[in-house]
């Protein structure tokens, strides 16, 4: 268990409004990451942070924000929610205080979020 | 850029049947190499790991070995089990982490 809650874990919003997921750690890792999961596409990367206030988009980060304002908090923006969003949403840290090729990333049990 | 390829599902076996779930990558550095597996309705969870060439990951009767000259990592298990139904996926990490796509698994008793 590393230490990853996610928020809400189920959403059904509209087209058009503005939602965010949350995600929280309790051992002060430094890297953490949002990814999509979707069918035919495996784990993509929406953005990662690799300390408070430093951020960087991953492949699919169009149409997504991200804020990190303290270390244990890694939120996730969707500014205004579109049906090609409708996925499932992990959160995730890497252990160790370094990306080293060599450190495990481990994942929360995701966010399923529905656009209609 | 950095990518991987296994073994498209989905794959059902009979229970106690040999396992293998291929996969390669492309990568420019020397990555380490990851399995992980999801459970219905869950998040992943990691399998197993190697980072260096010929090292062999190991976890729950599940092996897969770092070949470097074939830019492989197999996963293997000698004997499945109806536990074992699930989706696989190989990721690599350089500076991300890069997933392939994923492979069902369904063991029938």
């Known amino acids: 268990d590393a230490g990853i809650t996610q928020s809400p874990r189920h959403k059904v919003t509209e087209t058009g409004t503005p939602v965010t997921l949350r995600c929280h750690q309790t051992e002060n890792h430094r890297y953490m990451y949002w990814y999509r999961q979707d069918p035919g596409h495996g784990l993509r990367l929406i953005h990662y942070s690799y300390g408070v206030k430093d951020t960087d988009k991953g492949e699919v980060s169009d149409g997504y924000s991200v804020s990190r304002s303290k270390t244990e908090d890694f939120l996730l923006t969707l500014e205004s929610a579109t049906s090609s969003q409708t996925s499932v949403y992990f959160c995730?840290?890497?252990?160790?205080?370094?990306?080293?090729?060599?450190?495990?990333?481990?994942f929360g049990e995701g966010s399923w979020l529905t656009v209609v | 850029g950095d990518s991987v390829t296994q073994m498209e599902g989905p794959v059902t076996l009979s229970e106690e049947a040999f396992l293998t779930i291929n996969c390669t990558y492309t990568?420019?550095?020397?990555?380490?190499l990851f399995w992980y597996v999801q459970y219905p309705g869950e998040g992943l969870q990691l399998l197993l790991k190697?980072?260096?060439?010929?090292d062999k990951g190991s976890n729950k009767g599940f092996e897969a070995t770092y070949r470097k000259e074939t830019t492989s990592f197999h996963l293997e298990k000698g004997s499945v089990q109806v536990s074992d139904s699930a989706v696989y996926f190989c990721a690599l990490r350089w500076e991300k982490l890069t997933f392939g796509t994923g492979t069902r698994l369904t063991i029938i008793p």
């Open positions: 990568a420019t550095g020397y990555p380490s």
């Open positions: 995730a840290i890497s252990e160790g205080q370094e990306s080293a090729a060599g450190n495990t990333i481990y």
């Open positions: 190697a980072t260096k060439a010929d």
